[in-house]
């Protein structure tokens, strides 16, 4: 893939409506966003400013670039993280996906994992729950696909679903976005 931010590239720290986010019951961060200077700024007051902190590791190029600052956010920042397999595989290292479940057990956060053809799974402390694939579906186009399975797995969780509840609306709304082009319903 080749993102483009354009002018979200230069994100700051007075682009964050403080008094928005204190309002919010989750807050949402990308990845892709992120980088030293002045995102970094704008991270830190968002996340400084909020009840609880979401983020998508985004791509496995942005953890790659960003590694021990992202492991430091997903243990001592973040209260929820979305990431796909080959994301939280390279953030932590990981020979294998069992290593990846003991990550998420070990470090006491909600750890939100989508597989491809194997699913999606959700850590949460010792709360693992899993769930397959909508089977059958005419896939087009994969952009999106990721942010809205976090928007549907948030819905959930906001909604107060079981974890396997939240999955399952991720996935429905994920399976939607990947049945057309382009990452807008």
Known sequence: MCTFLGTAGKISENDVDVEAIKKSDII???????????PKKAFDKAINNSKKVAM????????DRHKSQFLDLVKNSLDIVFANEEEITSLIDAKNFNEVISFGKEIKKHLIITRGDKGAISINSENVSQIGINKNLKII??????????????????????QENCLKKGTEMSSKVIQQIGARL
Not at 56 to 63: A, E, I, R
Not at 144 to 153: P, R, S
Request: glycine share 14%; proline share 0%; charged share 20%.
């Open 141 to 162: 186009d994969l952009t999106g696909a990721g942010d809205l399975f976090a928007a549907g797995y948030l819905h959930g969780y906001l909604n107060n679903f079981s």
């Open 56 to 63: 998508s590791l985004s791509d496995k190029f942005c953890v």
């Open 28 to 38: 949402f961060l990308e990845g892709y966003l992120w980088d030293e200077g002045d």
